[in-house]
């Protein structure tokens, strides 16, 4: 049991950074643990932050896959899918880009984009019927990608099931557009 705890009749209680570590650790698959730590962090439940010093303060075994996963987080991968990208990227000749940065027009917000390569004014987007099914969120993709599309940046749209399934698609696709695109000074990028 971890050193800070809390009991309510004849059930213990832990803080979140440890009981996620926990949930994680009992996952057979890197994919389940990769679900689960996205969500709780996503959901501002536990920082990345916590969820290291967690790591780092307990001996738990088996906790390498798990830190492998919180530097895909600290990377900036905020999904499953956003990591199935990034480790995509890494595996083929695409240059780096930066993993969810804030841009900025003018000092005022623009977006968020899962991936942005700024040399060349291209974001990818990871559009998964999860995150963006609903009426409500599917309206404010629709809005963010014209703003985005709106202050000349060129707007990739790939599925999780594209980027599992046909990679060779999403490479040759952001190829493309990186080699058409070109810098948008005017947009403030902040990692």
Request: one cysteine or more; proline letters at 7%; glycine letters at 6%.
């Amino acid at each position: 049991m971890p050193d800070r705890f809390f009991l309510q009749g004849e059930i213990r209680f832990t803080m979140i950074p440890r009981a996620l570590a926990d949930a994680a650790l009992f996952e057979t698959s890197v994919r389940e643990q990769r679900t689960l730590v996205a969500n709780v962090i996503q959901q501002r439940r536990c920082t990345p932050e916590m969820l290291a010093a967690e790591l780092g303060a307990s001996r738990l075994r088996n906790a390498a896959a798990l830190r492998a996963i919180m530097a895909e987080v600290i990377e900036g991968a905020m999904s499953v899918a956003e990591a199935d990208l990034m480790h995509l990227i890494k595996r083929s000749s695409l240059p780096t880009p930066l993993y969810n940065p804030r841009l900025y027009v003018n000092g005022d917000f623009l977006a968020k984009p899962d991936a942005w390569w700024e040399d060349a004014g291209v974001v990818a987007e990871v559009d998964s019927r999860q995150w963006h099914l609903s009426p409500d969120a599917w309206e404010q993709t629709m809005r963010r990608h014209d703003r985005m599309g709106a202050a000349g940046i060129t707007v990739l749209h790939f599925s999780p099931n594209q980027i599992r399934n046909d990679p060779g698609f999403v490479v040759r696709t952001i190829q493309g557009a990186l080699g058409a695109g070109r810098p948008l000074p005017w947009i403030k990028t902040v990692p």
